[in-house]
């Protein structure tokens, strides 16, 4: 069949393509960037890969998806993007209904959060909700999915769970950890959106998804600390309110305070699946908690992760505008340039250039990175706890610790990334690397005496820091 396939660099999209290409099926890709869609991981599938360089949340009122399109997939979301993402979420599936309208789509396929009926939504859920009706007042059957807590390698939920257990020797936990939810592993939620795929006693009906068990919040940090071998002491206290939760969880794990409030707000609900019907249509071996946990440790052993919730955009500072148009200005900046002889070659360089952050670190006083980090933290910024996707590949789009990759073009040696921590100003790294010498330049567009103050105060950090990271490179 002919697919549409919106997300597809999300952390559900980028997992589903390579299933629906290799069930035979044509795609259409929608992203807001067709740079940061790996294009090339697809090559052997040929002409059935087509990409659509769109953002659903701004489409002009006369864009169209090809009238060839049979079933589409609505997996975009705005959790996290800050206060006016409901709004968002409502133009996004507006804007896609009405795309649809001149197709021969006869199935929209929706995932969503299991949402409580009958009880005071918080805004994240509400939203889900709402999105789901929107979807539904179009004349193309949709078949909806909700789940609970997805469990695999880079999801938000299974990270935050992942920082908390082997970060804590004890956890002092909110009331919301005697919540339940009916937590999913990943595979398992992608064989069920496989398997809707033109499944017409599916159209026009919602299910519940979910694994097997339904456990308590609080048996999730339990299982997964025994699943690790790790010995953990946890205390409920009844005094910690959403607000206290969510920035429990920023300043302890790696997540954004956007995507902990909207992840607290949804836990004061518990989260079980209220029918099966779904196990009956679509047959498959559910996943145990624990099973999903040593399914996502083997997929980070062999490094086979293909998408993160931090490489989604709202996991940063940076518009999605930005990443469009690759620019590094040069007036009305401050600029420190470093340019020298390569010694080790080229390809060598380039591996070092690709190589920096994340679990690697930085190659110039890495602790003077990491206290940066720590104190964008502290006045709500993203630090350097995101890491990096990939300990050698970067595409654009990518984070990097608290940049995000603008441009990543490795035939011409060129790295550009943008500082996504908090400034007052903007930032940019960029990096050349030619046959002979290494180009090294840091951009700072200063907003104010504020921003001019800052960039004086970090000259001493400059004068060491970048001629060092230079000569390690070219070296």
Known sequence: MTILLTGANGYIGLRLLPQLLEAGHTVH???????????????????????????????????????????????????????????????????????????????????????????????HLA??????????????????LSASIIVGAGSASFEIIRD????????????????????????????????????EETFGRSFDIGGPEVLAYRELLEQYAAARGLHRLIIPVPFLTPWLSAYWLYFVTSTTFGIARALVDSLAHDTV??????????????????AAIDRAFARIAQNR????????LASGRMSSARLRSVHVPEHGVLQDRRTLPLHAGREAAINAVWSLGGSAGWPSMNWAWRLRGRLDRLVGGIGLRRGRRDAQQLRPGDA????????????????????????????????????????????????????RAYWIACLPFHFWLFPRMARHIAG
Request: proline fraction near 6%.
């Open 29 to 123: 890709a929608v992203v807001r960037d067709t740079r940061r869609l790996p294009v090339e991981d697809f090559a052997g599938y040929g002409e059935r890969l087509k990409t659509i360089e769109a953002d659903l949340a701004e489409l002009p009122p006369d864009f169209a998806f090809p009238a060839e399109i049979e079933v589409a997939f609505f997996l975009v979301h705005s959790m996290g993007g800050g206060g006016n993402f409901a709004e968002r979420e409502s133009d996004t599936a507006h804007h896609f209904v009405r795309a649809l309208a001149g197709t021969d789509c006869r199935q929209v396929i929706y995932l969503g959060g299991l949402v409580p009926k009958d009880e005071k939504l918080s805004r």
């Open 400 to 451: 990097v610790d608290f940049w995000r990759v603008l441009l990543a073009d490795r035939a011409q040696g060129r790295l550009i990334l943008y500082a996504e921590m908090r400034l007052p100003g903007e930032a940019w790294l960029e990096f050349e690397v030619t046959d002979h010498e290494l180009r090294q330049t840091a951009t700072f567009r200063p907003l104010g005496l504020w921003g």
């Open 305 to 312: 992760v293909p998408s993160s919730w931090y490489g989604s």
């Open 273 to 290: 699946c209220a029918n099966d019907e779904i196990r009956g249509l679509i047959p498959q071996e559910l996943l145990t908690y624990r």
């Open 164 to 199: 908390l257990v082997e970060k804590l020797p004890f956890m002092i936990t909110p009331r919301w950890t005697r919540n339940h939810c009916q937590p999913i592993a990943i595979a398992n939620v992608i064989h069920y959106l496989l398997h809707a795929v033109g499944r």
């Open 127 to 144: 939203s889900r909700r709402h999105v789901q009706e929107i979807l539904g007042t179009s004349p193309i059957p949709l078949t909806a």
